[in-house]
């Protein structure tokens, strides 16, 4: 019996199996559709010889589709036909069957006023209208499904190919990702079946213990945990509401007054009133930790039944989804300190992955390899293969821009030790069939094997810092500027590589140590948090970049939201305007290294980029507003910018108690900027252009965002090597100098 493990191989976590490591990539073919078994032995044939040997099957459960699991042992017969030697996760289906909601109307999802709303719920191999989306927190579901899992898994075992299936892919929720879908993001959509009912009490009796506990959490004397409090729609306010006034003003002559600020009482500015309505964080807490503990119930049964096998999932989806209502965000950490998952799994964000751009990502990547736990990138890279609609959508219109594209993705998990599975989901395949495209696979697999034996210790000198808790206290937009548009548009383009955490591992002494830490989202920290981090940043006088609103909340405190708490992270005097202006700002005309050689007379603070966030490319001409916005009133720190309305101050930096405290007021942080300053702490730039760079000890990649010459800076001599030209650029030389068209990727092996 084959046995699959995640082990630390050269100096980052791996699929081992049976002691041997597999690095990416690994295929998934949709084959299925309905009943149809469309499956290309040629083309699973060509896929085996150009290396990959990890493939994911998508199945369902006899529960959801009768015959589904001859289906599935059709399919493995054929693959181990056409590749005898394919290692095998089978991505299952736990979706419950019609007549099971029909007759189970309670574990629905009910809408505040009672009311069950019909959903079209579609995976790549099951698509059915159902009369409501079956709650994902349903203890009944939970059973049921479970039940059909254990039968499945018990009758694999007994299958003459089981030594083959290396894993399970747990899939559940819309298109199997484990989020929501119907819901009315305007508020009216929060859960009141007796299925989330019943673990929202459980949740908070594990929290709080007992009902006097509850009430005085909550300030409420009548609430209990059996009887909790489901924030209403003028309480959930501050989700999409207050950006929705912001962004929508009535009609004003020049000369109005402007419109005065969006509250209803329940808001301050984007962010909850948590002091007055303590329950809101409660309610999203439990939303998000309901879904993540079924996959950790799931998880359970086959690790009882398979101890072998290795177990993932979707979930942890900063990018794509919404925030708050998803429920597939705020429990990543808990899913990864359970014991119970192997890995998680997400597509890259759909936004600015044509020709020039590049594939954000949705999880906090290094946190799992800290935890020697699999992060899983879903490559369901577009190509020149798709239809003219979406070739136009991704800007993928021959096969030099697909090759481009797969090197650029390619090259990225190759400098970021990340594991993949190229995603066609064509019926039948067809999105990587092209012959030069299977050349480019079996290079790359040479490519991966190597490198796998090389030492994957990376050495990064900036931390990309973000936080589980703030975005139940925070608007959907504030979340998605602060993490979703930087990762996007402007990480990658720094031209410095980055780890990514969420700031619990700070406490974690196998974290490393950087030069410069970057807090996007950090706003909800407890004092003992606070004091984590300041230890972590002490330890070697490191710089840190705090963004928007960093400490503002403290869940622990009365009261919970407070300036003085920022003041005492960041370690400046801080004030704010409980009013609305534009995130805008312009550089002050202060001799430092960090502003010299910028634009001093471009707008910073909002995104100048042209942004393809829909079918049709744009620029991001919708403006952001920072509501409150927070400012430095410090005499002692050095004013770097200020923001165009009022003229406070926007950027500013400090020397503080043994680190060095930079606070820039907006939640959006523009690449040339950011690599200014990390520069002034002292991090090596490998480019100085917006171009698109991936960078570990042994590999660079390049994909150019305009074409014209680039340059790229080495940490020390060496002599680079394009991987695909087989072409020496220099021998022991710091720096190399070359052409390159917008959209062309280079890979250079150090």
Same mark, same amino acid.
């Given at each position: 019996?084959?046995?699959?493990?995640?082990?630390?191989?050269?100096?980052?976590?791996?699929?081992?199996?049976?002691?041997?490591?597999?690095?990416?990539?690994?295929?998934?073919?949709?084959?299925?559709?309905?009943?149809?078994?469309?499956?290309?032995? !040629?083309?699973?044939?060509?896929?085996?010889?150009?290396?990959?040997?990890?493939?994911?099957?998508?199945?369902?459960?006899?529960?959801?589709?009768?015959?589904?699991?001859?289906?599935?042992?059709?399919?493995?017969?054929?693959? $181990?036909?056409?590749?005898?030697?394919?290692?095998?996760?089978?991505?299952?289906?736990?979706?419950?069957?019609? #007549?099971?909601?029909?007759?189970?109307?309670? @574990?629905?999802?009910?809408?505040?006023?009672?009311?069950?709303?019909?959903?079209?719920?579609?995976?790549?191999?099951?698509?059915?209208?159902?009369?409501?989306?079956?709650?994902?927190?349903?203890?009944?579901?939970?059973?049921?499904?479970?039940?059909? $899992?254990?039968?499945?898994?018990?009758?694999?075992?007994?299958?003459?190919?089981?030594?083959?299936?290396?894993?399970?892919?747990?899939?559940?929720?819309? %298109?199997?990702?484990?989020?929501?879908?119907?819901?009315?993001? !305007?508020?009216?959509?929060?859960?009141?079946?007796?299925?989330?009912?019943?673990?929202?009490?459980?949740?908070?009796?594990?929290?709080?213990?007992?009902?006097?506990?509850?009430?005085?959490?909550?300030?409420?004397?009548?609430?209990?945990?059996?009887?909790?409090?489901?924030?209403?729609?003028?309480?959930?306010?501050?989700?999409?509401?207050?950006?929705?006034?912001? @962004?929508?003003?009535?009609?004003?002559? !020049?000369?109005?007054?402007?419109?005065?600020?969006?509250?209803?009482?329940?808001?301050?500015?984007?962010?909850? #009133?948590?002091?007055?309505?303590?329950?809101?964080?409660?309610?999203?807490?439990?939303?998000?930790?309901?879904?993540?503990?079924?996959?950790?119930?799931?998880?359970?049964?086959?690790?009882?039944?398979?101890?072998?096998?290795?177990? *993932?999932?979707?979930?942890?989806?900063?990018?794509?989804?919404?925030?708050?209502?998803?429920?597939?965000?705020?429990?990543?950490?808990?899913?990864?300190?359970?014991?119970?998952?192997?890995?998680?799994?997400?597509?890259?964000?759909?936004?600015?992955?044509?020709?020039?751009?590049?594939?954000?990502?949705?999880?906090?990547?290094?946190?799992?390899?800290?935890?020697?736990?699999?992060?899983?990138?879903?490559?369901?890279?577009?190509?020149?293969?798709?239809?003219?609609?979406?070739?136009?959508?991704?800007?993928?219109?021959?096969?030099?821009?697909?090759?481009?594209?797969?090197?650029?993705?390619?090259?990225?998990?190759?400098?970021?030790?990340?594991?993949?599975?190229?995603?066609?989901?064509?019926? *039948?395949?067809?999105?990587?069939?092209?012959?030069?495209?299977?050349?480019? =696979?079996?290079?790359?697999? &040479?490519?991966?094997?190597?490198?796998?034996?090389?030492?994957?210790?990376?050495?990064?000198?900036?931390?990309?810092?973000?936080?589980?808790?703030? =975005?139940?206290?925070?608007?959907?937009?504030?979340?998605?500027?602060?993490?979703?548009?930087?990762?996007?548009? @402007?990480?990658?383009?720094?031209?410095?590589?980055?780890?990514?955490?969420?700031?619990?591992?700070?406490?974690?002494?196998?974290?490393?140590?950087?030069? $410069?830490?970057?807090?996007?989202?950090?706003?909800?920290? %407890?004092? &003992?948090?606070?004091?984590?981090?300041?230890?972590?940043?002490?330890?070697?006088?490191?710089?840190?970049?705090?963004?928007?609103?960093?400490?503002?909340?403290?869940?622990?405190?009365?009261?919970?939201? !407070?300036?003085?708490?920022?003041?005492?992270?960041?370690?400046? &005097?801080?004030?704010?305007?409980?009013?609305?202006?534009?995130?805008?700002?312009?550089?002050?005309?202060?001799?430092?290294?960090?502003?010299?050689?910028?634009?001093?007379?471009?707008?910073? *603070?909002?995104?100048?980029?042209?942004?393809?966030?829909?079918?049709?490319?744009?620029?991001?001409?919708?403006?952001?507003?920072?509501?409150?916005?927070?400012?430095?009133?410090?005499?002692?720190? =050095?004013?770097?910018?200020?923001?165009?309305?009022?003229?406070?101050?926007?950027?500013?930096?400090?020397?503080?108690?043994?680190?060095?405290?930079?606070?820039?007021?907006?939640?959006?942080?523009?690449?040339?900027?950011?690599?200014?300053?990390?520069?002034?702490?002292?991090?090596?730039?490998?480019?100085?252009?917006?171009?698109?760079?991936?960078?570990?000890?042994?590999?660079?990649?390049?994909?150019?965002?305009?074409?014209?010459?680039?340059?790229?800076?080495?940490?020390?001599?060496?002599?680079?090597?394009?991987?695909?030209?087989?072409?020496?650029? *220099?021998?022991?030389?710091?720096?190399?100098?070359?052409?390159?068209?917008?959209?062309? %990727?280079?890979?250079?092996?150090?």
């Amino acid at each position: 019996m084959a046995k699959a493990v995640i082990e630390n191989y050269h100096g980052s976590p791996a699929i081992m199996i049976n002691g041997e490591p597999y690095p990416p990539m690994m295929a998934t073919i949709r084959t299925n559709a309905g009943d149809q078994l469309k499956f290309d032995s !040629s083309y699973f044939y060509k896929l085996g010889k150009a290396g990959i040997r990890i493939f994911f099957l998508i199945c369902d459960t006899e529960w959801l589709k009768p015959g589904a699991f001859t289906q599935m042992k059709t399919e493995v017969e054929m693959l $181990l036909k056409a590749i005898p030697d394919a290692w095998i996760f089978l991505r299952i289906g736990l979706h419950p069957p019609l #007549n099971w909601c029909e007759e189970h109307p309670e @574990e629905l999802i009910h809408f505040l006023d009672g009311s069950i709303k019909p959903v079209h719920l579609f995976t790549e191999t099951y698509e059915c209208d159902l009369p409501g989306m079956y709650s994902l927190c349903s203890q009944k579901w939970r059973e049921d499904a479970g039940k059909a $899992l254990k039968e499945t898994c018990e009758s694999i075992n007994n299958l003459p190919f089981s030594d083959r299936i290396i894993g399970y892919f747990l899939a559940a929720g819309y %298109t199997s990702e484990w989020h929501y879908t119907g819901f009315n993001k !305007s508020g009216t959509c929060c859960d009141t079946s007796q299925a989330f009912m019943r673990y929202y009490s459980k949740y908070l009796k594990k929290k709080y213990g007992t009902s006097q506990s509850l009430r005085k959490a909550w300030n409420n004397n009548e609430v209990t945990l059996n009887q909790p409090i489901i924030p209403d729609v003028e309480q959930r306010y501050f989700i999409a509401e207050v950006d929705k006034a912001l @962004e929508n003003p009535p009609h004003l002559y !020049s000369n109005d007054p402007p419109p005065k600020p969006p509250q209803n009482g329940t808001n301050i500015g984007v962010f909850a #009133n948590i002091d007055k309505f303590p329950f809101v964080v409660d309610y999203f807490q439990a939303w998000h930790q309901g879904t993540a503990d079924s996959i950790i119930y799931f998880a359970q049964i086959v690790k009882d039944i398979a101890p072998d096998k290795l177990i *993932g999932a979707f979930y942890g989806s900063y990018g794509c989804t919404d925030f708050h209502y998803s429920g597939t965000a705020g429990a990543v950490l808990s899913l990864l300190d359970s014991g119970k998952i192997d890995f998680l799994a997400a597509p890259g964000v759909y936004e600015n992955r044509q020709p020039g751009g590049y594939t954000g990502q949705r999880e906090m990547v290094n946190s799992f390899l800290l935890r020697n736990k699999l992060f899983i990138v879903e490559e369901d890279t577009r190509t020149h293969e798709e239809n003219s609609f979406y070739q136009n959508f991704v800007e993928m219109y021959d096969i030099k821009d697909t090759i481009n594209i797969m090197k650029r993705d390619f090259g990225r998990n190759l400098c970021e030790n990340l594991q993949a599975w190229w995603f066609d989901q064509h019926i *039948g395949g067809g999105r990587y069939k092209a012959p030069e495209i299977l050349d480019l =696979i079996k290079e790359q697999q &040479k490519i991966a094997c190597k490198s796998y034996e090389k030492n994957r210790v990376r050495h990064c000198e900036i931390a990309y810092i973000y936080d589980e808790d703030s =975005i139940y206290t925070v608007s959907n937009k504030t979340t998605k500027e602060a993490i979703e548009n930087n990762r996007n548009y @402007e990480l990658s383009m720094v031209g410095v590589p980055g780890d990514q955490y969420f700031h619990n591992d700070m406490a974690n002494s196998a974290m490393p140590d950087y030069k $410069l830490y970057v807090f996007f989202n950090v706003y909800t920290l %407890t004092d &003992k948090e606070q004091q984590v981090i300041h230890q972590k940043l002490c330890k070697n006088n490191a710089v840190a970049l705090w963004l928007y609103a960093p400490g503002y909340i403290n869940l622990e405190r009365t009261p919970k939201i !407070s300036l003085s708490y920022m003041e005492n992270l960041i370690g400046m &005097k801080m004030n704010c305007y409980m009013d609305y202006i534009p995130s805008k700002f312009r550089l002050s005309q202060e001799d430092h290294s960090i502003i010299s050689d910028l634009d001093h007379g471009r707008i910073w *603070g909002c995104c100048d980029r042209l942004m393809q966030d829909s079918i049709h490319p744009r620029y991001n001409n919708s403006i952001s507003y920072l509501y409150p916005a927070f400012y430095v009133d410090d005499k002692k720190a =050095i004013v770097l910018g200020k923001y165009l309305q009022g003229q406070k101050t926007a950027l500013a930096i400090k020397e503080v108690n043994g680190f060095t405290s930079i606070f820039c007021g907006t939640r959006y942080l523009n690449s040339d900027l950011l690599r200014k300053i990390a520069e002034f702490a002292g991090c090596h730039l490998y480019i100085k252009s917006d171009d698109v760079l991936y960078a570990s000890d042994n590999y660079v990649t390049i994909h150019a965002y305009k074409t014209g010459e680039k340059k790229i800076y080495f940490p020390i001599l060496c002599s680079p090597k394009e991987i695909y030209e087989n072409r020496i650029y *220099g021998q022991n030389v710091k720096e190399i100098h070359f052409d390159m068209l917008r959209g062309e %990727t280079k890979t250079f092996e150090l």
